[in-house]
């Protein structure tokens, strides 16, 4: 008789697969806004539309999918929770480094992940000097007010910058807030041949950050330091930028090491 530890192997092999498909099929749609089509999604992920239909009537059965009255399908709302949970673990991993961030610097330490069009603040670890900062963690801001938002949109496409202001708009925070698309794109220009953001001023008056992406993050992040304009000047600037480009290669190491099985 057969063993039957082939077959056993071949249906372990075909879930893992399932999975994986799946999630793909999730990360799609929400690099599409949210809601795709069918075909959409038969499309860019190659997969042929009887294999995306079973796969989506089973996320659709979990609440990890919804089918809309149009027939599209869109990001279910179990999701949500994934999320927040998920962000709340980042923002602990993450804490030891903005501890450093705030022992080298003396400054207010960040981190930021890109949710939808906002952008959502997931750690702090507030510094040694008492002043009150906007920055809080859970606070949304849009991306076109703040360093962090500039780090995380900085390789972005152009099309895909101008889509997202065009439906978020660019209210002004401050006087010194950019609210011209073609000027943000133009910061956005500086951030990658600098390598690093600046928001001077431009979420609260008085306050500067400095900000850079977190290389390889399995979801778009920054991490930043805010403080005073009078101690986060220029001439700081050269200090405090290569402790957060460090600070972030060592997030991304750990971010990786965490995902690793």
């Known amino acids: 008789m057969p063993s039957a530890e082939p077959k056993t192997a ?4 075909g ?3 399932s999975l994986e498909r799946a999630f793909d099929l999730l990360e799609r749609m929400a690099d599409a806004g949210g809601e795709v089509g069918l075909s959409e999604l038969s499309g860019s992920s190659g997969l042929p539309l009887p294999t995306i239909h079973r ?3 089973t996320l659709v059965a979990c609440g990890y999918v919804r089918q809309q009255p149009n027939r599209r399908y869109a990001l279910g709302p179990r999701l949500i929770r994934l999320g927040e949970s998920a962000s709340r673990l980042l923002g602990t991993w993450a804490r ?3 501890a450093r961030l705030v022992e080298e610097t003396g400054e207010t330490a960040n981190m930021a992940l890109l949710d939808g069009d906002e952008v959502v603040y997931v750690a702090q670890v507030p510094s040694r000097h008492s002043m009150r900062m906007f920055t809080e963690v859970g606070r949304r801001v849009l991306p076109h007010t703040t360093g962090v938002g500039k780090a995380l949109l900085a390789h972005t496409p152009a099309d895909e910058v101008r889509a997202l202001l ?3 708009g660019m209210p002004a925070a401050t006087p010194k807030t950019i609210t011209s698309p073609d000027e943000f794109l133009e910061a956005l220009v500086r951030v990658r041949e600098m390598g690093y953001a600046v928001d001077d001023n431009e979420q609260e008056m008085g306050v500067r950050c400095l900000a850079v992406a977190v290389p390889d993050s399995p979801t ?4 930043s330091i805010s403080g005073p304009a009078g101690r986060v000047t220029d001439e700081a600037t050269e200090d405090m930028v290569p402790i957060l480009k460090e600070v972030a290669a060592q997030l991304s190491s750990a971010l990786a090491s965490t995902g690793s099985a």
């Open 166 to 168: 065009a439906r978020t």
């Open 15 to 17: 879930g893992v697969q």
């Open 96 to 98: 030891p480094y903005l």
């Open 220 to 223: 778009a992040a920054a991490i």
């Open 55 to 57: 796969l989506m009537r």
């Open 10 to 13: 071949a249906a372990a092999s």
